[in-house]
């Protein structure tokens, strides 16, 4: 294990962030909140100087598989732990267990929340708030590999840690320009819709920070009735349309800019994606009409809204669909563990994984029928190795005994079965809101700590992909080898 190269990692990682709470300081300064901007600042200061003392670059700096993953999770803690600090400091959030809630909530881009009034909250603290969204959308390393060199290293190891998916290859021969790649992509998306939301009559900060959460898929609104309190057929259907957007595999979009348009279309997952996310908007639309809305087109305005919004794993809301017929409310819930697209910014088990899954239960289907048959499952004409199919079913299983161990915890809190097990689906599948106390109008702080710290540990696996933080506790990983 190289110790060093994982210091040198966290140290970097901490300068970045300061460098991103930075912005936040400005912003404070720019409304006035001085007192607000002094505690970011001090919190800055901690960081550049404990990235100092850990900073030293290792005579070795070269890692695998094994320092990637370790780099990762550990990455996600400390980035949680003090990005928590200014609404503890400032005393916005009083209780440390629910800052870290918030903040991990927001660079998991889950977007649940124990905010009972959001408005009431300073502008440079729900800017940081919007702002971890953004951030943890792509991912923090990958950021960091775009920028800097990693000399004697293979970065790749950090990407396949910590971006969602079975697998996450090279766009390009070097790890460090598909990184590169994918942030232009996700920041060009980003200055666009900002762009579109301003030219819907949206104030800038409103569009920055709502754009913020659209293109993490995270959900934090600066308004207590999320993106309802507008009330704007124009601004709903631009959101809705970016959260689609940013659940497709950004890989896709690679093809799309580099004029393959061909294999662009061809993308087995993009249009599997589309398809269940498009034929899930008519269904629940067409559930809706007559019994919720009078028209069909109402009905599908909010249908298409909240089935992007929970597909993607976003988790705003323009109304409270708890209140929507069991068949609507059943499609929305079976959707949050969906998810998006691999190597998206949203969550869930994802598109590909469900394609790999259905290709294999078909195949043993088959066999029953022809037991000599050789068949070999494809995705987009490429065949899928046997151990990624072995790791998608394993990953699917241990996703599935997470979620209902959690559930169990959470329970104890004896609150109602829909709550309690849509609060961990929710967090698990970093979507936010969720049914009956924890749905769009309602929120997280009912809950106990210790069922906090369980709904913020699901965050963390649901956004790693459970092996990097499983991988974190594990003894074996941290026992030094003899020589």
């Given at each position: 294990?190289?110790?060093?190269?994982?210091?040198?990692?966290?140290?970097?990682?901490?300068?970045?962030?300061?460098?991103?709470?930075?912005?936040?300081?400005?912003?404070?300064?720019?409304?006035?909140?001085?007192?607000?901007?002094?505690?970011?600042?001090?919190?800055?200061?901690?960081?550049?100087?404990?990235?100092?003392?850990?900073?030293?670059?290792?005579?070795?700096?070269?890692?695998?598989?094994?320092?990637?993953?370790?780099?990762?999770?550990?990455?996600?803690?400390?980035?949680?732990?003090?990005?928590?600090?200014?609404?503890?400091?400032?005393?916005?959030?009083?209780?440390?267990?629910?800052?870290?809630?918030?903040?991990?909530?927001?660079?998991?881009?889950?977007?649940?929340?124990?905010?009972?009034?959001?408005?009431?909250?300073?502008?440079?603290?729900?800017?940081?708030?919007?702002?971890?969204?953004?951030?943890?959308?792509?991912?923090?390393?990958?950021?960091?590999?775009?920028?800097?060199?990693?000399?004697?290293?293979?970065?790749?190891?950090?990407?396949?840690?910590?971006?969602?998916?079975?697998?996450?290859?090279?766009?390009?021969?070097?790890?460090?320009q598909t990184a590169k790649i994918l942030?232009?992509?996700?920041?060009?998306?980003?200055?666009?819709?900002?762009?579109?939301?301003?030219?819907?009559?949206?104030?800038?900060?409103?569009?920055?920070?709502?754009?913020?959460?659209?293109?993490?898929?995270?959900?934090?609104?600066?308004?207590?009735?999320?993106?309802?309190?507008?009330?704007?057929?124009?601004?709903?259907?631009?959101?809705?349309?970016?959260?689609?957007?940013?659940?497709?595999?950004?890989?896709?979009?690679?093809?799309?800019?580099?004029?393959?348009?061909?294999?662009?279309?061809?993308?087995?997952?993009?249009?599997?994606?589309?398809?269940?996310?498009?034929?899930?908007?008519?269904?629940?639309?067409?559930?809706?009409?007559?019994?919720?809305?009078?028209?069909?087109?109402?009905?599908?305005?909010?249908?298409?809204?909240?089935?992007?919004?929970?597909?993607?794993?976003?988790?705003?809301?323009?109304?409270?669909?708890?209140?929507?017929?069991?068949?609507?409310?059943?499609?929305?819930?079976?959707?949050?563990?969906?998810?998006?697209?691999?190597?998206s910014t949203g969550g869930g088990i994802?598109?590909?994984?469900?394609?790999?899954?259905?290709?294999?239960?078909?195949?043993?289907?088959?066999?029953?029928?022809?037991?000599?048959?050789?068949?070999?499952?494809?995705?987009?004409?490429?065949?899928?190795?046997?151990?990624?199919?072995?790791?998608?079913?394993?990953?699917?299983?241990t996703y599935g005994a997470i979620t209902?161990?959690?559930?169990?915890?959470?329970?104890?809190?004896?609150?109602?079965?829909?709550?309690?097990?849509?609060?961990?689906?929710?967090?698990?599948?970093?979507?936010?809101?969720?049914?009956?106390?924890?749905?769009?109008?309602?929120?997280?702080?009912?809950?106990?700590?210790?069922?906090?710290?369980?709904?913020?540990?699901?965050?963390?696996?649901?956004?790693?992909?459970?092996?990097?933080?499983?991988?974190?506790?594990?003894?074996?990983?941290?026992?030094?080898?003899?020589?």
């Amino acid at each position: 294990m190289n110790f060093g190269v994982i210091r040198y990692l966290l140290a970097i990682v901490l300068r970045f962030e300061a460098a991103f709470m930075g912005l936040s300081l400005i912003v404070s300064l720019l409304y006035g909140e001085y007192q607000t901007a002094l505690v970011f600042g001090i919190v800055i200061a901690a960081m550049a100087l404990i990235s100092l003392a850990l900073g030293k670059k290792p005579a070795n700096r070269s890692f695998f598989t094994k320092e990637g993953v370790i780099a990762v999770s550990l990455s996600w803690l400390v980035i949680s732990v003090f990005g928590a600090l200014p609404f503890y400091f400032t005393g916005a959030i009083p209780s440390f267990v629910d800052c870290l809630f918030e903040t991990v909530s927001g660079f998991t881009t889950t977007g649940a929340s124990i905010l009972t009034d959001v408005e009431a909250m300073e502008k440079g603290l729900l800017f940081w708030r919007s702002f971890t969204h953004w951030i943890g959308g792509m991912g923090f390393l990958v950021f960091v590999m775009s920028i800097l060199p990693m000399a004697g290293a293979d970065p790749l190891h950090l990407m396949r840690a910590e971006s969602p998916g079975p697998t996450t290859e090279k766009l390009v021969p070097k790890a460090r320009q598909t990184a590169k790649i994918l942030y232009s992509i996700y920041l060009g998306l980003t200055v666009l819709q900002i762009i579109l939301l301003l030219a819907g009559g949206m104030p800038l900060f409103d569009s920055v920070t709502h754009t913020f959460g659209t293109a993490g898929t995270g959900g934090f609104s600066i308004k207590n009735t999320s993106i309802g309190a507008y009330n704007s057929v124009y601004i709903e259907v631009v959101i809705t349309v970016f959260m689609a957007l940013f659940g497709i595999n950004f890989s896709a979009y690679f093809l799309l800019f580099t004029g393959k348009l061909r294999q662009f279309f061809r993308h087995e997952e993009t249009r599997v994606y589309l398809g269940i996310m498009i034929t899930s908007m008519l269904l629940i639309a067409f559930d809706l009409w007559g019994r919720v809305y009078n028209n069909f087109g109402e009905a599908l305005r909010y249908s298409s809204f909240q089935v992007s919004s929970v597909m993607t794993t976003t988790g705003y809301a323009t109304t409270n669909f708890d209140t929507w017929p069991t068949f609507s409310r059943i499609l929305l819930v079976a959707l949050m563990f969906a998810g998006a697209s691999a190597g998206s910014t949203g969550g869930g088990i994802k598109t590909s994984r469900l394609i790999i899954m259905f290709k294999a239960l078909k195949r043993e289907a088959l066999r029953i029928l022809h037991p000599q048959a050789a068949r070999v499952i494809k995705l987009d004409n490429v065949p899928v190795h046997e151990e990624v199919i072995h790791g998608t079913g394993t990953f699917i299983f241990t996703y599935g005994a997470i979620t209902v161990l959690s559930m169990l915890l959470v329970s104890l809190d004896g609150y109602d079965l829909a709550t309690s097990a849509t609060a961990v689906a929710a967090c698990i599948n970093n979507i936010g809101p969720g049914l009956g106390r924890v749905s769009p109008v309602g929120n997280f702080s009912i809950f106990s700590d210790l069922s906090k710290i369980v709904l913020f540990i699901d965050m963390l696996i649901g956004r790693l992909e459970i092996y990097p933080m499983l991988v974190l506790i594990s003894p074996a990983i941290w026992r030094r080898r003899k020589a």
